[in-house]
Each structure stands twice: as C-alpha cells, then as structure tokens.
C-alpha cells in the first residue's frame, strides 16, 4: 500500500442551519495529484478550509493526521508550518503590492528584525522562474491577468516550503491556454515530491492530471476512485456527483 500523507477521519461541520460536512473521509497518498469533486454546496471548499485551519480546531468534529501526526490547526499559520498551503477560490494578493512583496507578505527574509531586499528579491527571483512566470519581482499585481496571479499564488506556496497544495477551482477563470499552463506546473510540482488536492468542476482537467479523485455529495463522501493508465470518463465521476438515481440524466 503507498503510503498516505493525509488522512481525514470523520469530518463533521455544522454552521447554524446547514450540516455542510457528515463523517467524511479522505486519504491522500503522499505525492499524488488527489482530485475533490461535487456538484455546489457539496462541501469542498468547507472540507479544505477545516484542513487548512480556516475552520479551527474545535469548530468540527473528526480527525486530521498528516504525515503519520494528528494535526489540530488553531488558524492557516499553524497549517502553513506543517507544510498544507491552501489557494482559495478567490485569489487574496495585494494588488498594489509588486509580486515580490506578495510573496514573501509578513514573511521576507530579515536578520535580527532587518528585512534584506537584495535577499527577498533575489528569492522572489528564484521562485517566479520556478512557477514559469515571465514577470520582474517588481511588477504589481494589478498589472496581471488572472492566470499569471494564479502562478504567484503558487510561488507564494512555494516560498512557505509546501508539502501539500490545496488549488480550490484554481483554473474556474482561467482562458484554456492559462489552464493548461497550470496543470503542468502541477504536475511538474508533483514530479518534485510534492503532494496536491485540486478542485475542480472541470473533469477533463481531473481526467487529465489527477490519480485520484474524492466525491463528495450533499456533505458525504460517496467514493474515492483511483484513476490508473487507462484514464476516467467523465460519466464516471458524474454518476458519483449526482447519484446513481439520476444516471438516466446523464447517458
Ligand atoms: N461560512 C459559512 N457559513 C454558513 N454556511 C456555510 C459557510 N460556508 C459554507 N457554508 C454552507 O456549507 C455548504 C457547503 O459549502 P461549500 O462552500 O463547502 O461547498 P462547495 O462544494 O465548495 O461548493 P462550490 O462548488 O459552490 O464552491 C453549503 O450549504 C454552504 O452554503
Ligand atoms: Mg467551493
């Protein structure tokens, strides 16, 4: 059996009138690209925002273990120093703020309390070549297109030292040039070791770069699927989203 970098055990969330997460489960094998699916409201987003702190500690009920540790994240801070960086659905860098400074925000290079420019820069440098981002440290965000702020997003992970990125929809405004761009640099990140649960509603993305994808369904894990060499069809995961009751729907 490989070996799991993340199990979540039983993950229940309530928010006052809606039970957005009943017991669900999911096991991610370290290195892998792990696909998270489900039709709105499933409770995606919910299960990665109590993975990645957002939702503390104490506000849900089940068990989060990564890499073989149980982990119980007081905030994002917390979760970032394991190594689990979350992308949200909507970007949050600073737009007047240049890539370098987003970057490294609260985070730059400093001896003895003195920030040093030359080694941030220097870095940013290093870490936007990396992502395959054709932009100067000095560019503002504001100057960039939705795609290229996806990749600083990236390089912001990176710069925190990931071990598992969570992309939550990061290609749902994306042109399909920019797509793609994206998804091999995810691939290219897990040819370096490193671990991804992606989002998605696109399912020709999933098909393409995940080896594994999780369905959830009205708050329920309904199956997790491992995808092999010969691919998914999109039927497939659709019949997991809707339910097999309504398979008549979708031939
Ligand atoms: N902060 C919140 N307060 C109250 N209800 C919430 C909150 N966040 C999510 N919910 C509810 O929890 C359920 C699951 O929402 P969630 O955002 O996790 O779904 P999702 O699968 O990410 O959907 P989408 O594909 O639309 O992004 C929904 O009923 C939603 O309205
Ligand atoms: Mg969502």
Same mark, same amino acid.
């Given at each position: #059996?490989?070996?799991? $970098?993340?199990? #979540?055990?039983s ?8 039970k957005?997460?009943?017991?669900v489960?999911l096991?991610v094998?370290?290195g892998? $690209?792990h696909a998270?699916?489900?039709?709105n409201g499933?409770g995606?987003?919910?299960? #990665? ?13 089940g ?8 982990c ?17 659905q909507?970007?949050a ?6 890539i370098?400074e987003?970057?490294?925000?609260g985070n ?7 920030i040093s ?5 220097t870095?940013?440098a290093?870490?936007i ?5 054709d932009?100067s440290?000095h ?12 990749l ?5 992970a990176?710069?925190?030292?990931v071990?598992?990125?969570i992309?939550d929809?990061?290609t ?12 091999d640099?995810?691939?290219?990140l897990k040819?370096?070791?490193i ?6 509603h ?7 770069v995940?080896?594994a ?8 894990t ?5 995808i ?9 995961i659709?019949?997991? #989203? $809707?339910?097999?009751d309504?398979?008549h729907?979708y031939?």
């Amino acid at each position: #059996m490989a070996r799991p $970098v993340l199990e #979540m055990r039983s993950i229940s969330k309530t928010f006052p009138g809606v039970k957005a997460l009943s017991e669900v489960n999911l096991t991610v094998t370290a290195g892998e $690209v792990h696909a998270v699916c489900g039709e709105n409201g499933a409770g995606k987003s919910t299960l #990665m925002k109590v993975l990645s702190g957002v939702h503390p500690h104490g506000g849900y009920q089940g068990e989060i273990h990564f890499e073989g540790e149980p982990c119980r994240f007081r905030d994002i801070r917390a979760s970032e120093q394991r190594g689990i960086v979350i992308i949200h659905q909507e970007l949050a860098l600073v737009p007047y703020l240049s890539i370098a400074e987003n970057i490294f925000l609260g985070n730059e290079h400093a001896t003895r309390g003195v920030i040093s420019w030359h080694k941030t820069l220097t870095h940013a440098a290093a870490l936007i070549r990396q992502v395959g981002l054709d932009e100067s440290p000095h560019t503002r965000i504001a100057d960039l297109g939705v795609g290229k702020q996806q990749l600083v997003e990236i390089a912001k992970a990176l710069a925190k030292k990931v071990k598992l990125l969570i992309l939550d929809e990061p290609t749902a405004a994306l042109n399909d040039e920019d797509s793609r761009k994206l998804l091999d640099l995810i691939l290219g990140l897990k040819a370096q070791g490193i671990s991804c649960i992606l989002i998605s509603h696109k399912l020709n993305e999933i098909a393409r770069v995940a080896d594994a994808v999780t369905i959830l369904r009205d708050g329920r894990t309904i199956e997790t699927i491992a995808i092999g060499p010969e691919g998914i069809s999109e039927e497939r995961i659709i019949r997991g #989203m $809707v339910g097999r009751d309504l398979e008549h729907r979708y031939p």
